[in-house]
């Protein structure tokens, strides 16, 4: 019988563990690291920014980018 309740307190001490406040997971020196281009979701950058591009061309707009310009293709 007792070891069924310390079984249970322990376990409800380790479920409540995740209500703890969160530490920074990322700490502010470890930032560097994942700034390095190879760190990005798509390999080659480059490809990315075409076709970016293509597609606001195509659409015949632009915004929510930081970008001005029309939807013509120019800048």
């Known amino acids: 019988m007792r070891r069924a309740a310390f079984a249970l307190a322990a ?20 930032r560097e690291k994942l700034a390095d281009p190879i760190m990005q979701f798509q ?11 293509i597609h606001l061309v195509r659409e015949g707009a632009r915004g929510a980018t930081g970008v001005q310009g029309g939807g013509c293709g120019c800048n």
């Not at 563990?17 to 700490?27: F, R």
């Not at 080659?44 to 076709?51: D, G, N, Q, S």
Request: with cysteine; charged share 25%; net charge positive.
């Open 11 to 30: 376990l409800s001490l380790l479920a409540l563990q995740g209500c703890a406040m969160p530490q920074p997971w990322v700490k502010p020196y470890e």
């Open 43 to 53: 390999r080659t950058a480059l490809a990315e920014k075409h076709r970016e591009h």
